[in-house]
């Protein structure tokens, strides 16, 4: 608890995307209670139902699909902050993402074509719109990515390609960033209980407690991997095992045994049209 005390009181300043549920919400409940001085600015279509704490958080309405929401969204939190909390690190979790279960040509296009623009190109766009702010008052920048990023995923081919994206793009800009005084932080939450699976047009329930973690646990995992100064972290002892499997096989190999297992433990549960995007 020490380590999660110190290295939240590192920041007087969390951007977080997707606040508004799941792994998001999560953060945002863990850095009020860690840090009481913190201001937190959540960017995500929905507010989060949370109230907080601090008088000068704030929610910023936004599609993060929609690139010039995104530019206006922004401008807004850099004013807010000018104005609240002008000194102090600034940690930024890009978080919002979303997935679509099933074959390529029978998810939605627009749904695809969708996640690819929150999953990657908001990402991108707004860490570059952000980062002059981290450099001048140091900071991190953390990426939700998955466990999907470490092979090919079929029955949810879109999703792990965005998310190999953004592992290879957070771990170099982590290079890049050296000596700057920012760092970025690529985290691999596994299966995770969350509105994630409804979402992306799977049953209810479909992440059992035996294999699946909290949105607290990878919150947790997340802050002990930045006190460690990490630039890739992977959560759970369950999942890093599989993931080390994985990345270490041939690709195609990787691929074909992937596909086995998602046919069996998620395709046969698809029951809805993905909402994620929508
Ligand atoms: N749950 C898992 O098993 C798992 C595993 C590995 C990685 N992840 C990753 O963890 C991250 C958080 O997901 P979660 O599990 O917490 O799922 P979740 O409960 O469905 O939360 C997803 C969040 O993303 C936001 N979002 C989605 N589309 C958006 C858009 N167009 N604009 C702005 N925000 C948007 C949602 O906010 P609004 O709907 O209010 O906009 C919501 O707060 C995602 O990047 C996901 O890929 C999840």
């Known amino acids: 608890m020490h380590t999660l005390h110190k290295v939240m009181s590192e920041y007087s300043v969390i951007i977080v995307t ?15 209670k ?10 995500s279509r929905r507010k ?25 969204a922004s401008d807004k939190v850099l004013s807010h902050l000018a104005k609240v909390a002008a000194t102090g690190k600034v940690l930024l979790i890009n978080n919002s993402g ?3 279960y099933g074959r390529s040509d ?10 690819m623009d929150v999953n990657m190109r908001a990402v991108v766009d707004l860490t570059l719109r952000l980062l002059p702010l981290l450099k001048q008052r140091g900071g991190a920048v953390v990426n939700i990515a998955s466990t999907a990023a470490f092979q090919p995923t079929a029955f949810l081919a879109t999703y792990g390609a965005t ?5 290879h793009w957070s771990l170099a800009l982590n290079e890049e960033l050296r000596g700057t005084g920012v760092t970025a932080l690529a985290v691999c939450p596994g299966p995770t209980a969350t ?4 979402r992306a047009g799977l049953k209810q329930g479909a992440v059992s407690d035996r294999w699946g973690q909290t949105s607290d646990q990878v919150v947790i995992t997340t802050l002990r991997a930045l006190a460690a100064g990490r630039s890739q972290v992977v959560s759970g002892w369950g999942n890093w095992l599989v993931s080390a ?6 690709k195609p190999w990787a691929a074909r045994i992937g596909a086995a297992v998602l046919a069996r433990f998620r395709l046969s549960r698809v029951t809805q049209a993905s909402e994620g995007g929508k």
């Open 195 to 198: 509105d994630f699976f409804k």
């Open 163 to 167: 998310k190999a994206f953004l592992l």
């Open 34 to 43: 860690l840090n009481s001085n913190v201001v937190i600015c959540n960017l």
């Open 18 to 32: 997707g606040g508004s549920s799941g792994i998001g919400k999560a953060f945002i409940e863990h850095a009020q």
């Open 98 to 100: 979303f997935g679509g």
């Open 48 to 72: 989060p139902d949370i109230i907080f704490s601090q008088l000068n958080s704030c929610h910023v309405p936004v599609d993060l699909g929609d690139s010039a929401a995104l530019s206006l």
């Open 245 to 250: 499997f994985a990345a270490r096989l041939p």
């Open 106 to 115: 029978e998810v939605e296009r627009t749904h695809q074509l969708g996640m």
